[in-house]
């Protein structure tokens, strides 16, 4: 259940990073994203890095230690 949670979440944080950088290319002035939507966006990569990333590195772990 955790688990699952975990990754709606780091997929819902991408959808809402790639939502508001599109929503950026097209509201006035058309073409440019503020410095906001670029550090939002960036932040939800990070986190959904980190959400993946964690796991990976935990699975490893388990397999290489059993």
Request: no cysteine; charged share 10%.
């Amino acid at each position: 259940m955790q688990d699952n949670l975990s990754k709606l979440s780091a997929i819902g944080m991408l959808m809402a990073g790639v939502g508001l950088t599109i929503a950026g290319f097209i509201v006035p002035p058309l073409g440019e994203i503020s410095d906001s939507v670029l550090w939002f966006t960036a932040q939800t990569l990070i986190y959904a890095g980190s959400i993946f990333g964690v796991k990976v590195y935990i699975d490893h772990q388990l397999k290489t230690h059993h």
